[in-house]
């Protein structure tokens, strides 16, 4: 192995052995039938997620580009 190259850590600490026994010990638990309508409910969910989180973004940006006008008030103009 080069000094330079970094080898990237597995996925979540995981290795491919572990994530393939979770994922037949999620099939025996769920059922062949009942994994894509889990599936389906996860990705739904991410893509909540993702949305409401661009949408809290844009309000960020939107708040920090606009800038608060001072607006002198009708009493401080009169002396």
């Given at each position: 192995?080069?000094?330079n190259s970094?080898?990237?850590p597995p996925m979540?600490?995981?290795?491919?052995q572990e994530?393939?026994?979770?994922l037949l010990i999620i099939l025996l638990l769920f059922g062949a039938k009942?994994?894509?309508e889990?599936?389906?409910g996860l990705?739904?969910?991410?893509?909540?997620?993702k949305k409401s989180q661009?949408?809290?973004?844009?309000?960020?940006?939107?708040?920090?580009?606009?800038?608060?006008k001072k607006e002198k008030s009708p009493s401080s103009t009169q002396s």
């Open positions: 192995m080069n000094e970094v080898e990237e979540f600490g995981l290795g491919g994530l393939i026994l979770i009942k994994l894509p889990l599936a389906r990705g739904k969910g991410i893509k909540e997620f661009n949408e809290i973004e844009e309000e960020f940006k939107s708040a920090g580009e606009e800038t608060p």
